[in-house]
């Protein structure tokens, strides 16, 4: 599509390692080979940084849509 960013990666890791079991420090990082431009498709993430307890219901954050066009 036009103005999507290909091959921009430098490296990535992405390690699964039991899905039974959730980590309150899970997450992904992506190293590019240059800097990023920000677009209002292309944004920094801000991430939580209190802990959350056994009563939270749960955080979710990502982008895209399914087939179907639950998030």
Do not use: C, H
């Amino acid at each position: 599509m036009p103005g999507w960013i290909r091959n921009r990666a430098l490296r990535s890791r992405i390690q699964i390692t039991n899905l039974q079991v959730l980590s309150a420090n899970d997450i992904g990082l992506i190293k590019f080979r240059g800097s990023i431009t920000f677009t209002p498709y292309i944004n920094r993430l801000y991430l939580p940084y209190e802990a959350m307890d056994e009563t939270t219901t749960g955080v979710a954050y990502g982008w895209g849509q399914t087939s179907d066009g639950v998030l």
